[in-house]
């Protein structure tokens, strides 16, 4: 099991989508349970982002995504749940914060 779901989701659809019989539009995710919420997030999680803060995180720069995260989830209620759930959901330190 691993927090990041998406990275094995994207890789997959990324594939997918390179095959004549596939219809990059008529791609579904489906899951259910935790199963359910890791595919929503795969099919959200970019979305959700501003793109610098996507580009970021794919750089592997924790070292700017996190303290701009932080920043922005003291203000986003919506932010701050999915951070805190995704910590609790995986087990995670939360942050000092």
Same mark, same amino acid.
């Given at each position: 099991?691993? !927090?990041?779901? =998406? =990275?094995? *989701?994207? /890789?997959?659809?990324?594939? $997918?989508?390179?095959?004549?019989?596939?219809?990059?539009?008529?791609?579904? &995710?489906?899951?259910?349970? &935790? $199963?359910?919420? &890791?595919? $929503?997030?795969?099919? @959200?999680? @970019?979305?959700? %982002? !501003? /793109?610098? *803060? $996507?580009?970021?995180?794919? =750089?592997?720069?924790?070292?700017? @995504?996190? /303290?701009? %995260?932080?920043?922005?989830?003291?203000?986003?209620?919506? &932010?701050?749940?999915? %951070?805190?759930?995704?910590?609790?959901l995986f087990g995670a330190t939360p942050s000092p914060t």
């Amino acid at each position: 099991m691993r !927090p990041d779901w =998406e =990275e094995v *989701i994207t /890789p997959f659809v990324d594939y $997918a989508v390179t095959r004549g019989q596939i219809a990059a539009d008529k791609i579904v &995710l489906f899951g259910y349970s &935790l $199963a359910g919420y &890791l595919v $929503a997030r795969a099919a @959200a999680f @970019a979305g959700n %982002l !501003p /793109p610098y *803060i $996507a580009s970021w995180i794919d =750089e592997g720069r924790d070292d700017v @995504a996190v /303290p701009v %995260l932080t920043m922005i989830a003291a203000v986003s209620i919506r &932010l701050r749940w999915g %951070l805190c759930n995704g910590r609790w959901l995986f087990g995670a330190t939360p942050s000092p914060t």
